[in-house]
Nanobody, 123 residues
Framework: QVQLVESGGGLVQPGGSVRLSCAAS????????MGWYRQAPGKQRELVAG???????NYADSVKGRFTISRDNAKNTVHLQMNSLKPEDAAVYYCYAKVVSRDGFVYDVSDYWGQGTQVTVSS
């Protein structure tokens, strides 16, 4: 089993910044993808930013130029630096990981989610 533990978030003023962090632990052989999703009230969960193991990243158009995802493969952590925050960025942010586990010669690939952390953007 794998656990994702998020930290960061909270209340921030428009134009401000906040940094989210997520640490994965447990039965991990490797992590193919780590990223962040968000879900605002009444809306579907959407991808914010993703980091693939090889180093490539992708962002939602709405956050390009403002958010930066970074990843430490050695520590199985991913961070999301959020700058120039807007009220529409307010949401619960979820860490996501596609994890490869190994049991002997058997490999398993599963998706895991963090518990979510609230980001509120308000003056």
């Amino acid at each position: 089993q794998v656990q994702l533990v998020e930290s960061g978030g909270g209340l921030v003023q428009p134009g401000g910044s906040v940094r989210l962090s997520c640490a994965a632990s447990g039965s991990i052989f490797s992590i193919d993808v780590m990223g962040w999703y968000r879900q605002a009230p009444g809306k579907q969960r959407e991808l914010v930013a993703g980091s693939i193991g090889g180093g490539s990243t992708n962002y939602a158009d709405s956050v390009k130029g403002r958010f930066t995802i970074s990843r430490d493969n050695a520590k199985n952590t991913v961070h999301l630096q959020m700058n120039s925050l807007k009220p529409e960025d307010a949401a619960v942010y979820y860490c996501y990981a596609k994890v490869v586990s190994r049991d002997g010669f058997v490999y398993d690939v599963s998706d895991y989610w963090g518990q979510g952390t609230q980001v509120t953007v308000s003056s």
